[in-house]
């Protein structure tokens, strides 16, 4: 075992050199990563040929993750200075990880650690876990709910409200989506299409058939080299808008005629700034609610404070113009794939933020396709993984052992009915979740958990190499550029 703790302090040490030539030896880069890579590699070889076992495997699997931090050095998508801090924290934490995988064998080799003590420790992370994320889900089931005796306002007491849509190559989703919005029941409303320079003129005309209607339309520009598309689109749009509140959604996104008026007035009522609504998915079939519940796992269930990271969906939201403006408007966000994320957090700080749910009382729904979650999960990973390969390992290890491992303890019959109820609790947190994305239960959805979890760790890990070493197409437009040249803070507001 001592040959295997050498061998990767070995190619640890190598890996370190690489930040070192960042900034100060750039001639160097290129030969020391390359060096790097093949010493990790030879060392990964050896550590198999010294012994082969559950460690040495996943030391070999993390070896993976640390292959891409070498290589994105070489892909130089990053800012130097941002690349040499981000490159030296990754192969610490992961040759920290793979350094307890190995203590930890050596443990079980000497019966330090018996099947009995390391079961015990998993199912009581497990439980704790569990009951952390069900206490979240409700948490959150209580609060995001239209409240049944919500007050009727007056028209007088209504804010304005400007809605805008950024539009790019749409079809008739976007007709329906605008035909949905002008059938509202709302006094002061205003409806505003940017045309996001679409390669096809089926998109502004779409939009300009509504002029008749009061449908204002906005001639998109090509985004700078520092902004992401849909965010300078967001920008022009807010400049353009008269209203006091903004509300923000995409083309797959409609509206019942009662959906906006009850919106406002449950903001007004709970003296809110900004609020992201779940709309009900609606899109059909049995395949959507496969995926798209993995998601709203991400954003519900994992026990984190409220305040510091509230949940968050692009697909509807609506913040006071007033205070977008005060937290740096979207100049502030320029690179975020995500921007209302920073908004949110600014905003439940200081209790002025909520997520709700849709339903038959909002009657906002979605009609995303599967194809369109695919590409939205896979935009959006590796961003909320703060463009990390060692949260990435983290988080593709933590979802593929939250099944395997219970399974394999109850073979063996080690605590084999805490495991059980482990697994009911966690089908049943669940069936929650895919209860409130689509107001029904999708048995397909429940027996299909354990492959949508491996689904996403699978998904996660695409993510990460789509944008650290391909293309992220969204609109046409590739955004990895603007997404991954990232500065280490966000410019001062």
């Known amino acids: 075992m001592s040959v295997l703790f050498f061998l990767l302090a070995l190619s640890v040490l190598f890996e370190l050199l690489i930040p070192l030539c960042i900034g100060r030896l750039r001639r160097l880069r290129f030969t020391v990563s390359l060096s790097a890579a093949s010493v990790l590699i030879g060392c990964m070889v050896l550590i198999l040929a010294v012994e082969v076992s559950y460690a040495t495997m996943l030391v070999s699997l993390l ?101 805008v849509i950024p539009a790019r190559n749409e079809s008739e989703d976007l007709a329906e989506c605008i035909t949905s919005l002008l059938a509202l029941q709302y ?54 808008a008269n209203g006091e509140y903004l509300l923000f959604c995409g083309v797959d996104v409609r509206f019942a005629v009662f959906s906006l008026r009850r919106l406002m007035t449950f903001m007004r009522e709970r003296r809110l700034e900004m609020i992201c609504v779940m709309p009900q998915n609606v899109s059909g079939g049995r395949l959507p609610a496969l995926v798209q519940p993995m998601r709203y796992v991400w954003e519900l269930a994992l026990p984190r404070q409220r305040r510091k990271r509230p949940p968050v969906l692009s697909t509807c ?9 005060k937290l740096g408007g979207f100049q502030a966000v320029a690179r975020m794939v995500v921007p209302e994320a920073h908004f949110a957090k600014q905003l439940a700080g200081r209790g002025s933020y909520e997520f709700m749910t849709s339903g038959s009382a909002l009657g906002v729904t979605s009609v995303k396709s599967l194809y369109e979650q695919r590409q939205t999960a896979v935009r959006v990973a590796y961003p909320q993984l703060h463009r990390r390969p060692e949260m990435t390992a983290l988080v593709s290890a933590v979802i593929t052992a939250w099944f395997t491992l219970p399974a394999a303890a109850v073979a063996q019959d080690i605590y084999r009915i805490g495991f059980a109820l482990i697994l009911i609790a966690s089908f049943s947190l669940y069936a929650l979740i895919v209860r409130i994305a689509y107001h029904s239960i999708q048995p397909l959805s429940l027996l299909a958990l354990p492959a949508a979890a491996v689904w996403y760790a699978i998904l996660i890990n695409y993510s990460m190499y789509k944008y650290e070493f391909s293309e992220v197409i969204w609109k046409d437009r590739n955004i990895c550029l603007p997404v991954m040249r990232v500065e280490p803070h966000l410019p001062k507001i």
């Open 63 to 163: 070896s993976v993750y640390r292959f891409c931090n070498v290589a994105r050095v070489l892909r130089g998508r990053m800012h130097e200075r941002y690349l040499e801090r981000a490159v030296f924290r990754t192969t610490l934490w992961l040759a920290g990880c793979q350094a307890f995988v190995l203590l930890f064998a050596v443990a079980w080799q000497q019966d330090y650690v018996t099947s009995v003590a390391a079961y015990g420790v998993l199912l009581a992370l497990q439980l704790l876990f569990i009951a952390a994320s069900g206490i979240t889900v409700f948490g959150y089931l209580r609060r995001s709910r239209l409240p049944d005796d919500l007050p009727a306002a007056s028209a007088a007491s209504l804010p304005t409200v400007s809605v």
């Open 187 to 240: 006094p002061k409303l205003e409806i505003i299409v940017l045309d996001d320079c679409s390669q096809s003129t089926r998109t502004p005309e779409i939009i300009k058939s509504f002029a008749h209607d009061g449908v204002r339309f906005i001639k998109g520009s090509d985004p700078k080299n520092s902004w992401l598309a849909k965010n300078q689109a967001y920008d022009n749009l807010t400049e353009a």
């Open 317 to 325: 939201w609506v913040i006071s113009r007033k205070t977008l403006i």
